[in-house]
């Protein structure tokens, strides 16, 4: 039915997509909007194949697995865009600035940076798929079984502890959390550094578990834009972005093989997810599904201490 | 640093008394647009004491007590607390940081998070104090337990898992003042808190606030009604115009000398709480709500099959606290929310599937609650305000008419603004709300649904207001349906009152009702 | 140390565009510094920048985004952020492709020439229009952000003309790479004069730019028509005035019985018919093809327009200047050719760059920092 190559790649799919819909979820519950999502995705890919070629010969060359390389290259590239994701908090929450202009900016700023990170290593290299992670069920089970680990203990910070509640208070009004006493730009800082420590690691799995290829044109995926649909539908719940990433991972996966059955023409198929993330939107807009998974009501809203005495 | 300044301060002052825990000197405030909200104000706080901080709307008390919360930063001006047996110069730029040193607000408004619960709300206040141990990673369910222990040894009943946004306007305050006595408060500024509770629900509330005093707090009461400041503190100070008129004992005065501080001797004697005398012959009906059921923001039924009937030149009153449907009945009227059940028919028509351009269109003039949310549009200037009401149909603008009616706006009212083509939000919340009510009155044919139309507005104008609703629907025939918070505002203006509680009508009352009568049904 | 933000209490006049020009400043600094990264000397970069504001290829960008600019001002002015310029501007060329080379062909089915322009700039302008449209239904009636809607929606376009140039429109391979053939010669939209040869450098530049406004008289007549279009629209319509007061609060338009959801529609197709009417006749004066890979090989207008709205500081006077320094900026970048970057990244860059500034700074022209020590 399912080959095991399919098999596996699904599982890149889904670990990718959940990731990066879970870090931007989790940052964006403590109300800021993350416009720039596409861009840092990118980014981090940019980053991940700029790192994995060094730590690999190093790594290797001592006869340690390619797993370790590549691991140890999503957790340090989850750095560079977690430093991304704090500056965003704190700048968002400090300035009565506009999170949809910087968004945007730090998105055309994120192609830019990912492609000049990872461009010299990619012309050397050709392709990332020796430096990549084996294709081996059990190592592919262990980091699926890890994935959703993380998701639930996102989903238990969020709802179980102080941090978290802190961050859902400043994600519906961050001036009643401010009068409760919450630092909000200290907790959204903290919101910003997990939360894109998470994506960036999502996104380099995009390098190194799931397509095993990275191009400075792959910056026109927009994957990242993808992710941002399967949160917003979702209503940014930890535990219910697992069936929505499954799904879409699945039918980005599911469309390449479309292609290749049907010899349907590529950018048909290349069109599928969009209209599906269209398709998901409408449904989630027209029906009960907004009111259960409503967006966090300050999301987006510019924070500025002194408010009017009206 | 600290003996020094103490010289300074005695030799401004006369003295300082002993029992002073806060000290506000000089305390000087401008918001854009000029307006000047606190001019070098000097004021103390002591221990064991209920201040009452009195003022008009727009005399700066709100935003003296924002600063000493750390809501608003002072231009120029220090702040002292006592530590020990000196006063410390402290900085507050935070809510945390002014809890931290034992000062806590309650504003008008609770400060509270409705989806979360009562635990979830109070974990941060216990974080940012490092109360009980709590950490980052602590579990809600523990907080839950630390909440149920201090609300026994307080004496104030809450259930931890309560969702804020199922308690009463009076439970919510009584968290509030539960989250004062966990932090161990030593000044507790109450900011119009209590101004509009009635009476009785007053009397609860400063039982908690007694024990309180008796444990050697300070508590400030702030409010703009002198016999709220007379009933409960033991000094009155009075800011007029952004500055301070002069602190008294409340034992040695009385109400015609404070409100001569308030309003100044030549004004004071202007302001009537009397009863708006202006006789008018109601005609039909026009304002005709059946059996109406509307919904809240949560999905729960606030609005429980209200029936009202408003005549032409007739003002019909609302009283009622905050947060029993007032809101959603007044939307529901104008359109602005939908009707679950029953019907709303204004000047003959059935406006349940029309929605608010129906109602727009039928005439009827709406001064909201909500009034940045529906009543301006604050980053356009007054014209494209005023033109957007008028200027419905039609492809071009009438500019001139635009301008003819925001002059006479600016001057009947006297508007306080830079220019008509300034943007709204440079002028202060007063002048905005003149904008809203000049131009509502104007554009009102049939009928005005009005809100808390004068909550913002100083006293002289917020009179001068109900005044001309009065008269509009004297003159023109006009229906008024007056929903308001403020009872003394209802027993004024309205020829015939009713009483909003819990989604219910209760009523009709005639204004001659005594005060208590009606107050009781507003705690049913 | 602490910084505290403050409302001011005095607007100078000065302010608003000051700190445009700041920001503008600061946002090439950081350009200059990623380009430092790539090995690049900042004097090369300023030197090209230096060019090209006297280059006259600058002209035809220059003319392009006055008339984009306008059409995002319109938006952006509603709050409405329509970054699906991409997509309405290539959508719009599907009818001239159609039209030109296909059901009227000059070799199989002739038709006067205005006519089939005209079409193909009318049709390609509704197609715009539709495109904007489609955003602004998601937004009115299922209240979701605009923003992810118009990408998604760029990238549906792309798409869709890919497989439409790989499919029935497809032409001839030129140098390896596919495309549409090219439009027929008769429906095209330049006009060429001949200027009398010069040696001073400063006739020439003059002339440069003479020829190359009538060149592209049709973006020049486009530009002019629709920048004055735009300011009735704004200052003496009715619709004008729902925009600016939807971009300030909906909820009060709501409040006087005008229905946000049908501003909002009529808004965004207003916008994207202007970007439609810009990429329709873009087709016809300066691309005369449709390459295949649309993504990659993009002009990115629609993302240069972006920054050409925010830079004018909203304010239809300064478009022109706007668009004019984006013009420049643009083709420095192209210029500099650096480490196999095409146009497309630098212009990813720059706009990020000063986009990041500006929207960073803007706060200044409202707010004032203190500093306590």
């Known amino acids: 039915m399912v080959s095991p190559e399919a098999l596996l790649r699904l599982i890149g799919a889904f670990a990718t997509m959940y990731l990066v819909a879970l870090g931007h979820s989790l940052f964006e519950k403590s109300g800021i909007l993350n416009l720039a999502i596409d861009g840092v995705f990118f980014l981090a890919t940019g980053v991940t194949t700029a790192l994995v070629v060094p730590l690999y010969y190093s790594l290797v060359g001592y006869g340690l697995s390619p797993v370790v390389p590549a691991i140890l290259t999503g957790l340090i590239a989850g750095l560079a865009t977690a430093v991304v994701g704090a500056f965003m908090a704190w700048s968002l929450t400090k300035l009565p600035i506009s999170h949809g202009a910087v968004g945007l900016s730090l998105m055309f700023l994120g192609y830019g940076l990912g492609i000049i990170a990872g461009y010299e290593v990619r012309l050397r290299i050709g392709s990332i798929r020796p430096y990549a992670i084996p294709d081996s069920l059990e190592v592919y089970l262990t980091i699926l079984i890890a994935t959703v680990v993380v998701g639930f203990a996102v989903y238990y910070l969020l709802n179980n502890t102080v941090l978290g509640t802190s961050m859902r208070a400043c994600g519906e009004n961050p001036h009643v959390a401010l009068a409760l006493g919450a630092d909000v730009a200290k907790i959204r800082v903290i919101a910003g550094l997990l939360g894109f420590y998470i994506l960036g690691i999502g996104a380099s799995f995009f390098v190194l578990i799931w397509q095993k290829y990275w191009d400075i044109k792959a910056y026109l995926l927009a994957y990242g834009w993808l992710a941002f649909t399967i949160a917003l539908s979702a209503g940014r719940h930890p535990l219910v972005l697992l069936p929505f990433a499954a799904l879409f991972g699945g039918l980005v996966e599911f469309s390449i093989t479309l292609q290749a059955m049907f010899g349907l023409q590529a950018d048909l198929a290349k069109m599928i997810p969009f209209i599906a993330a269209l398709a998901l939107m409408v449904i989630y807009g027209s029906t009960r599904l907004r009111r259960i998974f409503e967006p966090p009501t300050s999301l987006g809203r510019i924070f500025y201490k002194e408010e009017r005495t009206i | ?524 | 140390m602490r910084l505290i933000v403050v409302k001011r209490k005095v607007l100078p006049r000065y302010v608003a565009w000051a700190v445009s020009a700041v920001s503008l400043v600061l946002g090439i600094a950081v350009y200059l510094a990623i380009m430092a990264l790539l090995k690049t000397s900042p004097l090369d970069v300023l030197v090209n920048i230096a060019r090209s504001f006297v280059n006259p290829s600058i002209v035809k960008d220059l003319l392009i985004l006055i008339v984009m600019g306008c059409a995002l001002l319109v938006s952006f002015k509603a709050a409405l952020w329509n970054i699906g310029g991409e997509g309405q501007f290539y959508i719009a060329m599907i009818p001239g492709v159609l039209f030109t080379l296909y059901v009227f062909n000059p070799e199989t089915n002739p038709a006067p020439a205005p006519i089939v322009v005209f079409l193909s700039i009318v049709v390609g302008a509704l197609l715009g229009g539709l495109w904007g449209l489609l955003a602004a239904l998601f937004r009115a009636y299922l209240k979701i952000d605009e923003v992810p809607v118009t990408l998604i929606l760029n990238y549906i376009a792309y798409y869709f003309i890919n497989y439409l140039v790989f499919g029935p429109f497809k032409g001839r391979y030129v140098y390896g790479y596919l495309r549409t053939d090219e439009i027929p010669v008769m429906y095209r939209l330049n006009l060429r004069i001949a200027l009398p040869p010069t040696t001073n450098p400063i006739v020439a530049t003059a002339y440069g730019f003479i020829y190359q406004l009538t060149y592209y008289i049709a973006l020049l007549i486009l530009a002019v028509l629709v920048y004055v279009a735009t300011w009735a629209l704004m200052k003496y319509t009715r619709l004008g005035l729902y925009i600016r007061i939807h971009g300030s609060n909906p909820s009060y338009l709501k409040a006087i019985g005008v229905d946000p959801e049908r501003v909002i529609p009529l808004v965004l197709a207003l916008s994207g018919g202007i970007v439609g009417l810009a990429g329709s006749i873009y087709l016809l004066v300066e691309f005369h093809r449709i390459p295949y890979g649309l993504e990659w090989q993009t002009t990115g207008y629609g993302y240069l327009a972006i920054l050409v709205a925010w830079l004018s500081m909203l304010d239809l006077k300064f478009i022109p200047l706007s668009a004019y320094i984006v013009s420049v900026l643009r083709n420095a970048g192209i210029a500099l050719q650096i480490a196999g970057l095409g146009g497309n990244e630098q212009a990813l860059l720059l706009v990020g760059s000063i986009l990041l500034t500006y929207s960073m700074t803007r706060f200044l022209v409202e707010y004032e920092v203190k500093v306590e020590w």
Request: net charge neutral.
């Open chain 2, 1 to 524: 640093m600290d003996n020094t300044s103490l010289k300074e301060l005695e030799t401004q002052r006369s003295s300082i008394a002993e029992n002073v825990v806060l000290l506000a000197r000089g305390i000087s405030k401008s918001f854009p647009g000029g307006v000047v909200a606190l001019d070098n104000v000097t004021l103390d706080m002591r221990a064991g004491e209920v201040l009452a901080l009195l003022g008009e709307n727009g005399s700066g008390k709100s935003t003296f007590v924002k600063i000493l919360y750390g809501v608003y930063t002072a231009d120029a001006g220090e702040i002292y607390l006592r530590v020990g047996d000196r006063l410390e110069k402290v900085n507050i730029g935070s809510p945390a940081d002014a809890m931290k040193l034992g000062i806590m607000m309650v504003s008008q408004v609770p400060q509270l998070v409705g989806k979360l619960t009562i635990a979830e709300n109070l974990a941060l206040t216990l974080k940012s104090l490092k109360l009980h141990g709590v950490k980052s990673l602590t579990s809600i369910s523990k907080i839950s337990k630390i909440i149920a222990e201090e609300s026994e040894r307080v004496g104030i009943k809450v259930d931890p898992n309560e969702r804020v946004y199922n308690l009463t306007y009076t439970q919510k305050q009584l968290v509030e003042i539960l989250k004062a006595m966990i932090i161990g408060a030593r000044v507790l500024l109450l900011d119009e808190a209590l101004t509009y509770l009635p009476h009785l629900e007053r009397k609860r509330l400063y039982q908690a606030l007694m024990k309180l005093k008796e444990e050697g707090r300070s508590i400030v009461v702030i409010t703009h009604k002198i016999p709220e400041a007379m009933e409960v503190s033991d000094r009155i100070a009075v800011l007029r115009a952004g500055r301070l008129v002069g602190v008294v004992n409340t034992r040695e005065t009385n109400i015609d000398q404070v409100r001569a501080m308030m309003f100044g001797q030549e004004r004071a004697k202007q302001i009537s709480y009397s009863r708006i005398q202006i006789e008018s012959k109601p005609g039909e009906p026009v304002i005709v709500v059946k059996d109406l059921y509307v919904e809240d923001d949560y999905g729960r039924e606030a609005v429980k099959g209200v029936n009202l009937s408003v005549r032409a030149g007739e003002v019909v009153g609302v009283a009622g606290i905050a947060g029993n449907g007032q809101r959603e009945l007044v939307e529901a009227i104008v359109g602005l929310r939908e009707i679950k059940g029953g019907d709303v028919v204004l000047a003959g028509v059935s406006v349940k599937k029309g929605g608010i351009k129906l109602v727009r269109d039928i005439g009827i003039g709406i001064i909201p609650d909500r009034l940045i949310e529906f009543g301006v549009s604050i980053e356009n200037s007054i014209l494209d305000n005023i033109a957007a009401c008028i200027t419905r149909n039609g492809l071009v603008v009438k500019w001139d008419l635009v301008r003819k009616f925001a002059t006479s706006f600016i001057n009947e009212y006297q508007i306080v603004t830079p220019s008509p083509e300034a943007p709204i939000k440079y002028l202060s919340g007063g002048n905005i709300l003149k904008c809203i009510v000049s131009r509502e009155l104007e554009v009102a044919r049939k009928a005005i649904v009005a809100h808390n139309p004068t909550r913002v507005l100083d006293e002289a104008s917020a009179i001068y207001v109900r005044r001309k609703i009065k008269e509009k629907a004297a003159k023109e025939g006009v229906a008024v349906l007056l929903v308001s918070e403020d009872l003394d505002e209802v027993l004024m203006t309205s020829d015939t009152i009713f009483v909003m509680s819990s989604g219910k009508l209760y009523g009709p009352f005639s204004p001659d009702t005594p005060r208590e009568e009606i107050e009781k049904y507003m705690v049913m």
